[in-house]
């Protein structure tokens, strides 16, 4: 058993977090919607001293297409076309929620 310091720990898992988080922007493509597509939408909030209104809101756009592997990892400002660059609008299969 290898005993490790708790802030060792904590620096292994932050390195591991921007290791996958560079990996996946490395290794996005444009989704095509064909096939099966999985997207989610993560919303993170902060509050300043954690009471009060948020005061930062950062919304996460994420999405894999299982056929080819495809992935995508957007950070979306708002929901404007212009933001969600990663998905093809040539084809008529989009989002229903954004109204492109």
Same mark, same amino acid.
């Given at each position: 058993?290898?005993? +490790?310091?708790?802030?060792?720990?904590?620096?292994?898992?932050?390195?591991?977090?921007?290791?996958?988080?560079?990996?996946?922007?490395?290794?996005?493509?444009?989704?095509?919607?064909?096939?099966?597509?999985?997207?989610?939408?993560? +919303?993170?909030?902060?509050?300043?001293?954690?009471?009060?209104?948020?005061?930062?809101?950062?919304?996460?756009?994420?999405?894999?297409?299982?056929?080819?592997?495809?992935?995508?990892?957007?950070?979306?400002?708002?929901? +404007?076309?212009?933001?969600?660059?990663?998905?093809?609008?040539?084809?008529?299969? +989009?989002?229903?929620?954004?109204?492109?």
């Amino acid at each position: 058993m290898i005993f +490790t310091s708790p802030r060792r720990l904590v620096d292994w898992c932050q390195f591991f977090h921007e290791q996958v988080l560079n990996h996946v922007e490395l290794m996005q493509n444009k989704i095509c919607w064909i096939g099966k597509v999985e997207v989610d939408e993560s +919303t993170f909030c902060k509050k300043k001293y954690n009471i009060g209104e948020n005061v930062e809101v950062w919304r996460i756009f994420e999405g894999v297409e299982h056929d080819s592997e495809n992935v995508f990892l957007v950070a979306i400002h708002d929901h +404007t076309p212009r933001h969600i660059n990663w998905v093809d609008q040539k084809l008529d299969k +989009t989002p229903d929620y954004y109204n492109f």
